[in-house]
Nanobody, 127 residues
Framework: QVQLVESGGGLVQPGLSLTLSCTVS????????MGWFRQGVGKEREDTAI????????RYSDFAKGRFTISRDNTKNTVYLQMNELKPEDTALYYC????????????????????WGKGTLVTVSS
């Protein structure tokens, strides 16, 4: 049984940074493409960033480009999302999910192709 557990969310002031982590157990992490997705109150779930199983390929949504960085450590079964210059509109529940590298070839959004999901970690950006 594959389990994903996110951590690192919290309350942060606008302009500051936060790093999310997601640790995977029960599966072969190094074979999964991973992604971060978010859902704000009253909004649909949206892709944030995805990374291939090797870490050699990444893709970001427009709002994340230049501010967010996705990375992974296959020795720790963990994927990260470094978020800089946070804005109030980044407030959302952030989920990590595991899938296959097919998400890089398929039509977006990637979240429709992910196989395993965590329960999410809440990020609130407010002064």
């Amino acid at each position: 049984q594959v389990q994903l557990v996110e951590s690192g969310g919290g309350l942060v002031q606008p302009g500051l940074s936060l790093t999310l982590s997601c640790t995977v157990s029960g599966g072969t992490f190094s074979t999964y493409a991973m992604g971060w997705f978010r859902q704000g109150v009253g909004k649909e779930r949206e892709d944030t960033a995805i990374i291939s199983f090797s870490g050699g390929a990444t893709r970001y949504s427009d709002f994340a480009k230049g501010r967010f960085t996705i990375s992974r450590d296959n020795t720790k079964n963990t994927v990260y999302l470094q978020m800089n210059e946070l804005k109030p509109e980044d407030t959302a529940l952030y989920y990590c999910a595991a899938g296959s590298d097919y998400i890089f070839r398929a039509l977006p959004p990637a979240h429709q192709y992910m196989n395993y999901w965590g329960k999410g970690t809440l990020v609130t950006v407010s002064s």
